[in-house]
Every structure is written in C-alpha cells, then in structure tokens.
C-alpha cells in the first residue's frame, strides 16, 4: 500500500509543477501580448497625427509654423524625441501642387523582453505623406 500512496504522491507533485509551468507561460504570453497591443496603439496614434496635419497642409497649401507646433505637441505626448520636419513643404505650393509631410523622430518602446532581454527599446520611423494643394489663397490673390 505504501508504494501506491508514493506513486500518487509523485504524480500530484508533478502535476502541480506543470501546472504552475503552464500558468507561468501564460502570464508571459499576456504581458508580451498587452506590450504589443499599446505598441501598436503608439504607432496609430503617429499616423493619425500626421494625417489630421496632412489634411491641413492641404488647406493652408504649406506645412504652416501653427501646424507645426500643433504636431510637436501632440507628438511629444504621444512619447516621441527627436521630432524633425527636415524635407517637409514650408512654402506656399499653390493650388494643386504636391506638398510633402516628413516626420522624422525616436519613441520608446514595449520591446519583447524573451528575444534581447530588454524591456524597452529605442524605434526611430520617419513618414512621408504627399497631398496635393487645395489652398484657393493663391487663385484669389494672384
């Protein structure tokens, strides 16, 4: 009889190993999961910023001083360093013409803890958006 309590014993302790294994791997999976999720949040939040300035390139028909402000502040609170406009139209284009948004800058990031050990890490992106001109301000003052 005792060597059945024995066996029982030894297979309940190895159950409970592979259950705290198992619940361990999952806790894992969730926090690269959520780190991943506000990532991705990070990186839309960038693009709509820049397509709601865009959108105003488009009608000031130049990437105004204003806009310009507007997006830094909405940029550094997103997270985002060493923002650059460097290549981005800053002269009036005239209606029709193309005009240019390049947003260049560092945000820190969730990084995979299980593929370099590190918690965080440094992304450096640059977006490069083209609209036509619909600034009419040319067309009625010429």
Same mark, same amino acid.
């Given at each position: 009889?005792?060597?059945?309590?024995? $066996?029982?014993? #030894? +297979?309940?302790?190895? !159950?409970?190993?592979?259950?705290?294994? =198992?619940?361990?791997?999952?806790?894992?999976?969730? %926090?690269?999961?959520?780190?991943?999720? !506000?990532?991705?949040? +990070?990186?839309?939040?960038?693009?709509?910023?820049?397509?709601?300035? &865009?959108?105003?390139?488009?009608?000031?028909?130049? /990437?105004?001083?204003?806009?310009?402000?507007? &997006?830094?502040? #909405?940029?550094?609170? $997103?997270?985002? =360093?060493?923002?650059?406009?460097?290549?981005?139209? %800053? =002269? *009036?284009?005239?209606?029709?013409? +193309?005009?240019?948004?390049?947003?260049?800058?560092? $945000?820190?990031? %969730?990084?995979? *803890? %299980?593929?370099?050990? =590190?918690?965080?890490?440094?992304?450096? /992106?640059?977006?490069?958006?083209?609209?036509? !001109?619909?600034?009419? #301000?040319?067309?009625?003052? *010429?």
């Amino acid at each position: 009889m005792k060597k059945t309590n024995l $066996i029982r014993d #030894e +297979a309940n302790g190895i !159950s409970l190993v592979f259950l705290a294994m =198992s619940a361990t791997i999952i806790i894992c999976l969730i %926090f690269v999961l959520v780190n991943q999720v !506000s990532n991705l949040e +990070a990186w839309q939040d960038i693009e709509n910023c820049a397509h709601r300035t &865009l959108l105003q390139i488009e009608q000031d028909g130049y /990437f105004t001083q204003e806009a310009q402000d507007v &997006l830094t502040a #909405e940029l550094q609170e $997103i997270g985002v =360093s060493n923002i650059s406009y460097a290549g981005s139209s %800053f =002269s *009036p284009a005239g209606y029709g013409n +193309a005009t240019t948004l390049i947003i260049s800058g560092t $945000i820190t990031m %969730f990084a995979n *803890p %299980f593929e370099d050990g =590190s918690l965080y890490d440094e992304k450096t /992106f640059v977006i490069e958006k083209q609209i036509s !001109s619909k600034s009419l #301000e040319e067309v009625i003052n *010429p």
